[in-house]
């Protein structure tokens, strides 16, 4: 037997190849474990070596003076931890136990360093003052054991001290101060587009299943929009809030699509001569489209009747209330409706139908494409000049115009192939949902925002422009691929776009949890309160996406072509081609430049010819796509003609004033949970900035005490 104890332990003793070696506490060795001494692998010690616990075989303190006896070989005892020594996030079990034991001066104890621990790396919090030095990583650790039984009894000796790691937290980390932009404002304008939110919710809530009162009164548009828009406060946390919508009628697009080079009219064909010539150029014609007296006033009267309209102007003018009444006070109350909804001057009547307030016809017409397009073709004749005007064939159509109008009236329709022609027209359900909401934004001090000869789009880009140039990050949310172009890291501008697939929250949900009907509740539940699935899509993901850049998305539709909006592109020439050929040339003017180049510009022939026949076609459609504040767009318009100076301060989101009367609107509309919570102090209330100016009020004053 002891002739076996001598083979099994002499190693461990002595020091053999494959073991550990006893050294003094608190040196620095390298240790070769038995399976990494196999491999030929070393492992360094850590900062702070493990405790262990050795039977000595003489112990007790050493007389003063004399030398420390040498240690007895022992056998090494890994060390195991024990209720009476918890471990703490710092790693000092070993150090309390060490602690608790009477100070003596005894001999240093030899005990065998174990295979070192593995550690983590992680980035350090940042400085209080925020100075964004260098950012420095901190190793943790983690701390020995000790064993239970009779050896946790046996005090390790201290180790050397060493700087103290500072211990990983499990806390949730605070979320990020608002962006501070260099004129010192922070805070973020949220800009919904309302006509996406409205189709999205016609067709596609509740699966096909429509909203409606008990009367009939159709609410799917109204009740999906305005769910969407809470969960969005909830998940950008903006300090202001516009909602935009399209306006009813022709706009300047509408106007130039008269001459679309790709239309075969005689209109077309003459205007894509003009461009050849160079005698013509789309967006030199845009901004004299838009400095056309007669669109600027429009602008002019329906900006000050939004701007001067009060939530209650949004409501019905005789009853007091938000939906109609009854036939019969509907029709004893006709005389005073009428003298409240007519105006002397046309601005009266434009701000009844552009700014959301009570519409006497209840309800918006059909598209702008089946109206008048008499005025369409007037602008455009005096925009182009008389002598470009009569060589497209307009100067005919003015004059039949003029004597249709004095025999008794004419209409001028716009050409069938004309800008976003030929969409499936809606039903009246869709546009009495449509009036409601924007009614009832209008009552909740959220101005719906509309402007004559503009698309909500437009607004979008020049609101994006006066909030980044009053310091403000924007966040846009809608579905329009149009407006990638709006993005810009550089001045926090980000957009929103639906999300493909379920979101995580309703996949996690939706999952299995043992079966039985309560996974099948969590999933529903996550589905119906799941009402924010967007993204977040900077520069990087635009990319991704189209495989260019925000500033090149309008190059990249002229090349490309959009069916949606019936805009043209070059023949033979789709996606993937448009990619190459922006990345290779950087931009249309440079893709032109180098098919004019001949063979030396390195484009194939058939391509070659494709880009010049269909010139004009292309940069038709760039000026067409891009959006009005974005770079290259057309800026005919004095930005304060179409929003006023100070209506990001009117867009802040300071909660709504007549919370009783928003209340009872929702409460006609049957929505009751929505009602419940919009009084003063409600959840809807505070959602929407209730009680904000109070307590920033309470808060300057606490601060100036």
């Not at 903006?238 to 300047?252: E, I, M, N, S």
């Not at 106007?255 to 013509?280: E, F, H």
Request: hydrophobic share 40%.
């Amino acid at each position: 037997m002891r002739s076996l104890a001598g083979r099994l332990w002499g190693p461990a003793v002595c020091g053999g190849r494959t073991s550990c070696q006893l050294l003094p506490a608190g040196a620095t060795a390298l240790a070769t474990s038995t399976r990494a001494g196999a491999r030929g692998r070393k492992h360094a010690c850590s900062r702070e070596p493990r405790q262990t616990a050795v039977c000595a075989a003489t112990e007790g303190p050493a007389e003063a003076g004399a030398a420390p006896a040498a240690p007895s070989p022992v056998k090494a005892r890994r060390a195991r931890r024990t209720t009476s020594q918890p471990r703490g996030s710092d790693g000092s079990a070993a150090a309390a136990t060490a602690e608790a034991a009477p100070a003596t001066d005894s001999a240093p104890t030899s005990v065998a360093p174990t295979r070192p621990r593995r550690t983590r790396t992680k980035p350090a919090a940042p400085s209080e003052e925020g100075s964004g030095g260098d950012a420095t990583t901190t190793t943790t650790t983690k701390p020995a054991r000790a064993r239970r039984g009779a050896a946790s009894a046996k005090k390790a000796s201290p180790a050397a001290p060493a700087a103290q790691a500072p211990a990983l937290s499990l806390q949730v980390q605070p979320q990020a101060e608002p962006v501070t932009r260099p004129n010192g404002r922070s805070g973020v304008l949220l800009v919904v587009d309302g006509n996406y939110l409205a189709n999205r919710a016609y067709y596609g809530y509740g699966n096909g299943q429509r909203l409606a009162t008990s009367k009939g009164v159709p609410t799917s548009i109204t009740y999906s929009v305005v769910r969407t828009l809470r969960a969005a406060i909830r998940s950008v946390r903006p300090t202001a809030l516009a909602v935009v919508f399209d306006h009813r009628g022709p706009t300047f697009r509408a106007a130039l699509s008269v001459l679309d080079p790709s239309s075969r009219t005689r209109a077309g064909d003459a205007a894509a001569r003009l461009v050849q010539q160079g005698r013509l150029d789309w967006t030199d014609l845009a901004n004299r489209l838009l400095a056309a007296e007669p669109l600027r006033a429009d602008l002019r009267a329906v900006g000050a009747a939004q701007d001067a309209a009060n939530p209650r102007a949004y409501l019905h003018p005789a009853a007091g209330t938000f939906l109609p009444p009854d036939a019969a006070v509907a029709a004893a109350a006709s005389p005073a409706a009428a003298a409240s909804t007519g105006d002397d001057g046309a601005a009266g009547a434009a701000s009844s139908r552009a700014a959301g307030g009570w519409n006497a016809e209840y309800g918006a017409t059909s598209p702008a494409t089946a109206e008048d397009g008499g005025d369409v073709v007037r602008m455009l004749a005096a925009a182009l000049g008389p002598e470009l005007a009569a060589e497209c064939g307009l100067t005919d159509v003015v004059a039949a115009l003029k004597a249709g109008v004095a025999e008794g009236g004419a209409r001028a329709l716009l050409p069938p192939a004309a800008y976003k022609a030929g969409r499936t027209p809606k039903d009246e359900e869709f546009y009495v949902d449509f009036r409601n909401l924007q009614r009832l934004l209008g009552l909740m001090a959220i101005p719906p925002l509309s402007r004559p000869w503009l698309e909500a789009d437009d607004l979008a880009g020049l609101l994006v422009r006066q909030a980044v140039s009053e310091g403000l990050g924007v966040r846009i949310l809608t579905g329009d691929r149009d407006l990638f172009q709006l993005v810009d890291d550089a001045h926090d501008v980000a957009l929103l776009y639906p999300r493909r697939g379920p979101s995580a929250a309703a996949s996690a949900a939706a999952a299995p949890r043992g079966g039985g009907a309560g996974g099948s509740a969590a999933a529903s539940a996550a589905r119906r309160w799941d009402d924010f699935p967007f993204d977040q899509l900077r520069e990087a993901e635009v990319v991704g996406a189209l495989g260019v850049r925000p500033g090149l998305v309008a190059d990249y539709k002229a090349l490309t072509g959009d069916d949606s909006d019936r805009l043209p592109g070059v023949t033979g020439i789709g996606p993937k081609g448009a990619v190459q050929l922006l990345a290779e040339y950087g931009s249309l003017e440079g893709v032109r430049r180098a098919a004019l180049d001949g063979a030396a510009g390195g484009i194939a022939p058939k391509r070659r010819a494709a880009l010049q026949a269909d010139w004009p076609a292309a940069q038709y459609t760039l000026t067409m796509a891009r959006v009005l504040g974005s770079p290259g767009a057309p800026s005919g318009l004095p930005p304060g003609e179409v929003l006023p100076d100070r209506l990001l301060q009117r867009l802040a989101l300071r909660g709504y004033e007549e919370a009783g009367v928003v209340a009872a609107a929702l409460a006609e509309l049957e929505m009751w949970t929505l009602a419940r919570e919009a009084g003063p102090g409600g959840e809807l209330w505070r959602d929407f900035g209730g009680g904000a100016a109070a307590g920033a009020g309470a808060a300057a004053a606490q601060g100036a005490a």
